[in-house]
């Protein structure tokens, strides 16, 4: 197929009695010594816990991309050379994925899921443990991925909780009143992949406007011949957050899945713009220009990620073009140009030559059948795989219908497996099916068509994979080719030319037709990539789509190369399952992370007055966003860096704003591990603020800043008078009095450097300068208990000042002296600044 050899499975073995098989045991043994190997990086010691030909498969666990490491040695640099480190290893003991030994083919294995977290996040894997000896077991495989971040998990909870989010309209029908500013993600293409993701960076917060050529939701699919249908069943296409309803078929029409898409994304309240085209996207800086053209003329979007969701192929069907076919007297046009049959006059006196026998040949073939045409003929160059519909969802998508286990616990397994082993494992399948489909192909043989079976070395996953096509599942073309209503004949070479009534084969054979229908598929999708964002873009993705040296698909939910570029694709199982969960933590995003710095705004109506406060423009390029997909994830990874210096300027501030800026401070606080200095320049500031500003912070015990110290002292007494009276109110509220976390230092500095000491020259402190040392707390950094009392508290103290925020006009400046704080600490000021100011209101 691609000229991979691929990897010959183990002998796995049973040596241990059945009944003496302690699944649970033997797994939490495992674990326990995969930990400290772990923890005392001792990656010596692998031959001791994997067998010889072992497999590691990471989703975002270990690294922000896929990876697939084969064998000991490789899998040791990779752990080694891992950023992320994963700890709390734990056996899954409910559900579906408890351990337990499984039996396939003459092989066992004992296999579970487990969790674990590390410092971004939390999630799970699976291991598969072969019976090396009868008191012993090993890794034959390994697979991590990444589900949930500690930095969303509240925000996730927010959102679900806010009342502005239960009451926002979606912009649909090409109203989306989306700003330019705001589109954090623009995803081009509204179909099951755009969707799927779009729903997914909603539920995170994640601000995403979806941009369809089509004038509805679903009309993708409505614009396709009539008698589609999907090739999966409806219990491996289950969308996030809904499911299909349980009376609907197993097998949906093309109507029924564009119906269902469409009042998806209404009940989900995506944007999405529609009857609109994208005409181009060009990398500007560190944002990307989309331009689009619809209903409301021209529009720009500047948005950090730009998502083709554009199909596994391109938009322009191949045509091609045969020696003599303009002499043709009847009819040609390919398969995407016309929806059924019936369309075409006096169909019952009609021959129909279709060239092309994949899904697309056979359906159309059967529409005409159907529709009373004279004679319907199928043109095959390559062996494809068939199989019926019974063997399909029992041997190929059996996982996802089995009993006990949910759809979400079959997709971890299915991604569990390296794609190398899946194509060798494969092979077996799809002979499996061939014996189970024994009298269907018999019949197919026999009518003249050529069928791949897995005899040759290679199974369907490499027509799924690789191909993306060759192969049919069977609704009802089959019994038309064995009895005859569709004859197919067989050529390596294609066809010669058309002449004015026939088409004619290369090997001089020559078919009657009127109507000649080209199944002959799409463009490669990366021209969709070219001509949106030019050759220079496209010649540097190269081998898009395909799979790579570890087996791992190139471009797809994952990093590009091209920075802030991002494909989602795939079938319903691709997208719906692993992709947009993965993409989103799950971006990707199949899954995908999308690490992004700002969040929406403008369902909390707060747009007007955010635009009163140019945060966004001032602070723009040191916002760093990263998105990955793949099954898909979206993130906000905190990452422990050395900080420097941040500069805050304030200018007519009231005590509430203040409060904010160092409310954020503290934030930050929490998640550095070396002292960062800040500097706060105030200017009009009334040396009365100072106490209210006192009594607000010492409320709640957070900030113990000697702030006052050589103020006046009726100034001092009025503020602890303050601060005993909010201690008071806030214990009667019930407002958490705890101190915090973090340590924090401070005092009033001059211009010189001098203390603030004796008498204030007015009522202003213009160029004093406050200068606070911070130190987190060095345990537990990021723990979920840390976050959820630290994010309490930080609510609290922002419904207390928001009352007053973003009244007056206020310039915030961040600036930094070093360019990692540039690039990871001001993005994480502004991006909490919206989170908490706005998500918490």
């Known amino acids: 197929m691609d000229g991979t050899v691929l990897p010959s499975l183990p002998g796995l073995k ?22 400290e190997c772990l923890d005392q990086k001792r990656f010596d010691s692998l031959p001791e816990l994997f ?4 497999w590691w498969r990471d989703v975002l666990g270990l690294a922000w991309d896929f990876a697939t490491k084969r064998g000991q040695d490789e899998m040791g640099s990779f752990l080694n050379n891992s950023k992320a480190s994963i700890k709390d290893l734990k056996a899954c003991d409910n559900g579906g994925l408890k351990p337990a030994l499984i039996e396939w083919a003459g092989q066992a294995w004992v296999q579970a899921a487990f969790t674990f977290r590390n410092e971004h996040g939390k999630g799970r894997g699976v291991v598969r443990l072969e019976n090396d000896v009868e008191t012993r077991w090993k890794a034959w495989t390994v697979y991590t991925e990444l589900e949930e971040l500690h930095s969303l998990k509240d925000l996730e909870v927010r959102r679900l909780q806010s009342r502005a989010a239960r009451e926002k309209e979606p912009q649909v029908n090409g109203t989306s009143h989306a700003s330019r500013e705001e589109a954090d993600v623009v995803i081009v293409g509204a179909g099951q992949a755009g969707v799927s993701l779009g729903a997914r960076l909603k539920h995170m917060g994640v601000n995403a406007v979806l941009i369809e050529r089509h004038p509805a939701v679903g009309d993708a699919w409505r614009a396709r011949y009539d008698s589609v249908t999907l090739n999966t069943p409806t219990f491996t296409d289950h969308y996030p957050f809904m499911k299909y309803p349980e009376n609907w078929p197993e097998w949906l029409t093309g109507r029924q899945c564009a119906d269902f898409l469409e009042h998806y994304s209404q009940l989900m309240g995506l944007d999405v713009l529609l009857n609109t085209t994208v005409t181009s996207v060009q990398r500007c ?9 619809g209903p409301q003329g021209t529009q720009e979007f500047q948005p950090r990620h730009v998502v083709l969701a554009t199909g596994v192929y391109g938009d322009k069907p191949l045509i091609p073009q045969f020696p003599g076919q303009e002499r043709f007297q009847g009819t040609i046009y390919h398969s995407s140009q016309r929806k059924s049959g019936r369309l075409v006059p006096d169909l019952s006196q009609k021959r129909v030559v279709v060239i092309g026998c994949s899904t697309s040949g056979h359906d159309v073939a059967q529409d005409f059948v159907n529709c009373g045409a004279k004679q319907v003929v199928m043109v095959q160059r390559h062996p494809i795989f068939t199989l019926s519909t019974d063997s399909w969802k029992t041997l190929q998508l059996g996982l996802w219908n089995m009993p006990g286990l949910t759809t979400e616990e079959a997709d971890i397994v299915g991604n569990s497996l390296p794609i190398a082993v899946v194509r060798t494992m494969s092979i077996g399948l799809t002979r499996a099916a061939a014996d189970m489909d024994k009298a269907l192909l018999d019949g197919l043989r026999a009518a003249g068509m050529a069928l791949r079976t897995g005899d040759d070395g290679y199974g369907l996953a490499d027509h799924q994979l690789i191909k993306g096509g060759h192969y049919y599942v069977d609704q009802g073309a089959c019994a038309m080719i064995a009895d005859g209503r569709i004859r197919v004949h067989r050529c390596e070479d294609g ?4 002449g004015e009534t026939a088409v004619v084969l290369a090997d001089g054979t020559s078919i009657e037709a009127d109507v000649v229908v080209l199944a002959t598929g799409f463009e490669k999708n990366i021209e969709n990539v070219r001509r949106l964002m030019g050759d220079e873009v496209a010649n540097q993705l190269v081998g898009f789509g395909d799979l790579d040296a570890e087996q791992e698909r190139t471009g797809w939910w994952r990093p590009t190369g091209v920075e802030g570029f991002w494909y989602m694709t795939g079938s319903f199982l691709w997208c719906l399952g692993g992709a947009s969960r993965n993409d989103s933590v799950k971006l990707g995003a199949f899954g995908t992370p999308v690490r992004l710095g700002r969040f929406q705004r403008k369902s909390l109506g707060l747009e007007q007055r955010i635009e009163r406060l140019p945060v966004a423009a001032q602070v723009a390029r040191f916002q760093h966003h990263i998105l990955h997909f793949g099954p898909m ?11 420097g210096t941040l500069h805050v300027h304030l200018e007519e501030v009231n005590s509430r704003k203040l409060v904010l800026v160092l409310v954020l401070v503290l934030f930050l606080a929490q998640h550095v591990r070396e002292p960062l200095n800040l500097h706060l320049h105030l200017a009009g500031v009334s040396k009365h603020l100072v106490g209210k500003v006192g009594a607000h912070l010492g409320a709640e015990q957070i900030l113990k800043l000697p702030l006052f110290v050589g103020h006046q002292r009726r100034v001092a007494r009025q503020m602890r008078e303050k601060r005993q009276r909010a201690l008071a109110r806030g214990r009667a509220e019930g407002i958490p009095m705890g101190p915090h976390d973090g340590g924090v230092q401070g005092e009033v500095l001059g211009e010189h450097g001098k203390g603030v000491r004796g008498r204030l020259k007015g009522d202003n402190l213009a160029g004093w300068k406050l200068l606070l040392h911070v130190h987190a707390k060095q345990a537990n950094v990021g723990s979920d208990v840390d976050n959820e009392a630290r994010v309490r508290e930080l609510r609290d103290i922002v419904a207390m000042v928001a009352k007053d925020f973003l009244v007056d006009e206020t310039r915030l400046v961040l600036a930094a002296r070093k360019p990692v704080v540039a690039r990871d600490v001001a993005r994480k000021v502004v991006s909490k600044l919206y989170y908490l100011c706005l998500h918490f209101l």
């Open 285 to 293: 800086g560190d944002r990307f220009t989309v331009t689009a053209q």
């Open 14 to 35: 049973l040596y241990t009695p059945r009944d003496k098989v302690d699944a649970e045991a033997i797994v939490q043994e495992w674990l326990s010594l995969l930990q």
């Open 495 to 498: 066809v010669r030319e058309i």
């Open 51 to 54: 067998i010889k030909d072992c």
């Open 633 to 643: 994830l979206v993130a906000n990874t905190l990452k422990h860096v050395e900080l």
